[in-house]
């Protein structure tokens, strides 16, 4: 049985480029947009995945407060 494609983690867009993911098959890791991850619907959902780095999070608070 093939392994499942499993996302592991984000990074975000800088300078205009866009957010990626990270994701595992098998012994291989492919990074991909945002886009292409969620269309393919990989699991966890994309705002799920852990971030490389701390800058996820200051974009996620960014946006709630944005949203109110």
């Given at each position: 049985?093939?392994?499942?494609?499993?996302?592991r983690y984000?990074?975000p867009?800088?300078?205009?480029?866009?957010?990626?993911a990270f994701v595992?098959?098998?012994?291989?890791?492919?990074?991909?947009?945002e886009?292409?991850?969620r269309?393919?619907?990989y699991?966890?959902?994309?705002?799920?995945?852990p971030?490389?780095?701390?800058?996820?999070?200051?974009?996620?608070r960014?946006?709630k407060?944005q949203?109110?």
């Amino acid at each position: 049985m093939p392994n499942r494609p499993q996302g592991r983690y984000r990074t975000p867009g800088e300078s205009g480029q866009p957010s990626t993911a990270f994701v595992e098959v098998g012994s291989v890791v492919l990074e991909i947009s945002e886009q292409e991850y969620r269309d393919q619907g990989y699991e966890p959902d994309f705002d799920e995945l852990p971030c490389k780095t701390g800058y996820c999070f200051v974009d996620q608070r960014k946006d709630k407060r944005q949203k109110r």
